[in-house]
């Protein structure tokens, strides 16, 4: 069972706009949420991450915001460049820890010049 | 510095054969996992080292699947007798410590016929 899913496989977004992501969950025991991004034949890279004593984290041009009612968090991107363009996956942890992490199958983000 | 390596980055074997592929670790960091991207799938959590506590091994799936980290450092996954549904990238991330930052490798891609 996917505890971690991420329904959209693919999004395109124009240049400058907004890019939103979006990953839900099932286990309620998941407290710390992260956001990765992968380049094809690259390992993922961390981007952001939120804990769930927290609603919304910034940095730059992301934001990660956690709805932990609805057990959803989506990750914004504003604006929008083509550097953007990757797969996202979405990762989730037990006790505020960053260990055994269990990720979405990822999101292909394809920025449109 | 550098970061992350997996040996082979791409590894194709025959059904029944043993594999190992290897992780070298960022220097320095205590924390050693490794994952795997069947098609279509999130990264799934198989095994975690940290420091010279016992391994938790509790995400890897059948017997034939193991994995040892030597002086504390490069780590091998060895899966035995491999199976078509073994096919997937395997990807290693270190960490320092726990509660930090997981960076990953670029995966090795292993292909069973």
């Known amino acids: 069972d996917q505890q971690v899913k991420q329904n959209s496989p693919s999004l395109s977004v124009q240049e400058g706009r907004i890019s939103i992501l979006n990953c839900d969950y099932t286990?309620?025991?998941?407290?710390?949420f992260l956001w990765y991004k992968k380049y094809p034949a690259e390992g993922p890279t961390f981007l952001i991450s939120i804990s769930s004593i927290k609603d919304k984290n910034e940095d730059g041009r992301f934001t990660v915001f956690l709805n932990k009612s609805a057990k959803h968090l989506s990750l914004h991107i504003v604006p929008s460049q083509p550097g953007d363009s990757a797969v996202y996956f979405c990762?989730?942890?037990?006790?505020?820890?960053?260990?055994?992490?269990?990720f979405g199958t990822g999101t292909r983000l394809t920025i449109i010049p | 510095g550098a970061g992350v390596s997996q040996s082979p980055s791409n590894k194709v074997t025959e059904k029944g054969k043993d594999v190992e592929l290897r992780c070298d670790p960022i220097s320095g960091h205590t924390a050693l996992y490794w994952y795997r991207q069947s098609l279509g799938q999130g990264l799934e959590f198989l095994i975690y080292f940290q420091g010279n506590s016992a391994p938790d091994k509790s995400g890897l799936p059948s017997d034939r699947f193991s994995a040892e980290r030597t002086g504390g450092s490069v780590s091998t996954l060895t899966i035995q007798r491999t199976q078509q549904e073994d096919s997937a990238v395997y990807l290693c991330a270190s960490s320092f410590g726990t509660y930090n930052e997981q960076f990953f490798g670029p995966g090795t891609r292993l292909t069973v016929l």
């Open positions: 990762a989730a942890s037990p006790n505020f820890g960053n260990e055994k992490l269990t």
């Open positions: 286990n309620s025991m998941f407290d710390y």
